[in-house]
């Protein structure tokens, strides 16, 4: 069982930027593929980003691409999604979640799932 926990959303106008965390409770994290994807009202969730377990293979929507950054700390059990250049159409709960082996850009194929961090971009 895998635990994930989003922090650092919040309200940002646009232009700004945001850094969202995902800390997983597991001693493996290294085991796991981790995406970020993201829920608007009244929209289908939708994915974000990708990153591979060593961190060597990332994917991007193309709405997001050379804006947004994943990474990971696989010492620190935690993986990252720099938001720049953030625009209204980026407001959603964003979401961080797990799987083990390679990377898919899949929601369904995620074991596990934080609980949401709200992004709010004014205009």
């Known amino acids: 069982q895998v635990q994930l926990v989003e922090s650092g959303g919040g309200p940002v106008q646009a232009g700004g930027s945001l850094r969202l965390s995902c800390a997983a409770s597991t001693r493996t994290f290294s085991d796991y593929a981790m995406g970020w994807f993201r829920q608007a009202p009244g929209k289908e969730r939708e994915s974000v980003a990708a990153?591979?377990?060593?961190?060597?293979?990332?994917y991007y929507a193309d709405s997001v691409k050379g804006r947004f950054t994943i990474s990971r700390d696989n010492a620190k059990n935690t993986v990252y999604l720099q938001m720049n250049s953030l625009k209204p159409e980026d407001t959603a709960v964003y979401y961080c979640a797990a799987k083990p082996g390679i990377w898919i850009m899949v929601a369904s194929r995620y074991d596990y799932w934080g609980q949401g961090t709200q992004v709010t971009v004014s205009s």
């Open positions: 990153i591979s377990r060593g961190g060597d293979t990332t």
